[in-house]
């Protein structure tokens, strides 16, 4: 936020997060400017912006943020004609049409096999296609580091 906009933000510490802020109309206006619209993401059907899409640098750590975010790691166990199975698997969840696809495109293009149901969720279903995307795409929340550590100590991975 220095660097961009060339002053320090307020910093608020809560629990483990650290909330930045900047108020004010002229950054608004800026971040408009580069793709971004006000007001509720869901209501409007924001999308990542462009510029965003075209760098793979970008759009993995766009992704990378609403997984991070809006998303989550699990362990899935089932039952099928009586064998036991268990799954490690990706979600993400957003109301906006637009982020979906995007997030779908990032996906695609680093050759992570991923479906969306419900037209809102995004599954990432196989511990192959998870690791991948935890290689490529990475992850800055250590609830999901935590848990894909455990289920790789568990299966002896």
Known sequence: MEDIFKEKPSTIKAKGVVNLALYGVSYIEALERVGLRRGNKVRNQASIPGWILNNKKYARACLRGLVDTDGGVYTHRHIVSGKKYVNFGLSSC?????????????????????????????????FDQVGKNFNIVGSSNPKHLTRLSSYIKSRNL
């Open 94 to 126: 957003n109301h906006s049409k637009p982020i979906i696809a995007g997030s779908m495109d990032i996906l695609s293009s680093n050759g992570i096999r991923a479906y969306v149901a419900y037209g809102k969720k995004i599954y990432v279903y196989s």
